[in-house]
């Protein structure tokens, strides 16, 4: 496997533009259509209030896990907008489906921005009518809302001798905290995969990628993660039993990690970079929750905006969890600097970790002494320029 410069896997193609959903002339409408109908999977926000595209999407991928093309406009969430909300989405996937003569069941629909207003149907059909098909690769930088950079990544890996590209591209920045995989992501491959398969896939790699995140501990009502393989690569059809099927996980994964990397890293306001690596967990479950308990506090958070070494922060949040800790056997490092090893406080020039913790990319240890499983996550620290962003979020 090997990282590439953006594109778009062999048979799909992309279109972005301005459509009035954003002020000025920002692009805020996008597609993603492949050549053929593709494998679909998908997974999506776990919170009550799942905007009108969420369900309408996850309806349609699970009829047959087949798509066609994807359509997403930011600067409207078409969120909490009842029972006109879908009929809105629905709309969307009628007029798409129209203008590529295809099903609109292979339509799928997303939305991010502003929760509770409905969708200007007269916006989206004008963006819709100037949308064209080209290798142009805008679409990253239409789906962003409060992001300072759009988030991609492209890989190329071998399968059956035919070269095969995974390309992904997400939106994120705040009300960012997973309970799937938070924010928008899109994946698409040019492998032939089983649309079983794919959904296995999708489902079981978000754990350890988009579900290890965390901004602001907000989970977002839109958010959801789509993959879609057309098999325009040429490749035999990857299942579980495929010889290569490890090569193509990799990449997958690769993505995806990638991805929900750049998410936190661009979280709102934010000055650092933070990761969280736990060791030594009697189970998976533990190890994912530790790491993401830390990276999510907002004390740590405030912490290391301040460069402030109170460590006594990390053990606030590991004991605050329901994890087995070997409690004489606990270890924590941050930025490097052991400060606990055998749950004993060690000898630490503070003034030498304080300016450690000057670092835009902050690493934070821990070893729970009770096992053998692992977990990272990713985060970022809390700064006043967070505040400022969501308290005039809609001027």
């Given at each position: 496997m090997k990282v590439i410069d953006f594109k778009w896997p062999n048979g799909f193609k992309s279109g972005a533009v301005h459509a009035g959903f954003k002020a000025g002339d920002q692009l805020d409408l996008s597609w993603l259509v492949s050549d053929t109908i593709s494998a679909a999977a998908g997974v999506y926000t776990k919170n009550q209030f799942q905007a009108a595209p969420v369900q309408v999407t996850k309806h349609t991928i699970n009829l047959v896990h087949q798509l066609k093309a994807i359509i997403i406009n930011s600067g409207n969430a078409n969120s909490f907008t009842g029972d006109q909300g879908i009929t809105n989405a629905h709309r969307e996937a009628e007029l798409v489906g129209k203008k590529l003569n295809v099903d609109p069941k292979l339509i799928g629909v997303a939305s991010t921005g502003i929760i509770g207003k409905q969708l200007d149907m007269t916006t989206f059909t004008d963006g819709l009518d100037q949308l064209t098909l080209s290798d142009s690769i805008d679409a990253p930088e239409a789906i962003i809302t409060t992001d300072t950079t759009s988030k991609k990544v492209c890989v190329e890996t071998q399968i059956d001798g035919h070269p095969v590209t995974v390309t992904g591209f997400a939106k994120g920045s705040g009300m960012i905290h997973p309970n799937m995989g938070t924010t928008l992501g899109f994946i698409a491959t040019d492998a032939a995969v089983d649309k079983d398969t794919l959904q296995q896939l999708l489902s079981a790699k978000i754990v350890n990628s988009f579900n290890q995140i965390t901004v602001d501990g907000c989970m977002s009502t839109n958010d959801m993660v789509l993959t879609m393989a057309n098999g325009a690569a040429g490749n035999q059809t990857i299942t579980a039993s495929h010889p290569e099927y490890a090569q193509f996980v990799d990449a997958f994964t690769y993505v995806l990690t990638s991805l929900a990397k750049m998410v936190a890293k661009d979280g709102e306001g934010s000055s650092k970079f933070v990761e969280v690596d736990v060791h030594h967990a009697a189970n998976q479950a533990d190890a994912n929750h530790v790491a993401r308990a830390i990276v999510g506090s907002n004390l740590i958070k405030a912490m290391l905006f301040g460069e402030d070494a109170n460590w006594g922060r990390v053990v606030q949040a590991l004991g605050q969890t329901d994890a087995q800790i070997n409690l004489t056997g606990l270890a924590i490092s941050i930025a490097g600097v052991q400060i606990i090893k055998n749950s004993q406080l060690q000898p630490v020039n503070m003034d030498a970790?304080?300016?450690?913790?000057?670092?835009?990319?902050?690493?934070?240890?821990?070893?729970?002494?009770?096992?053998?499983f692992s977990g990272v996550a990713w985060g970022c620290d809390l700064t006043y320029k967070y505040v400022e962003i969501n308290a005039a979020y809609e001027e």
């Open positions: 970790l304080r300016k450690l913790l000057g670092q835009d990319h902050i690493l934070i240890e821990v070893d729970l002494g009770s096992g053998d």
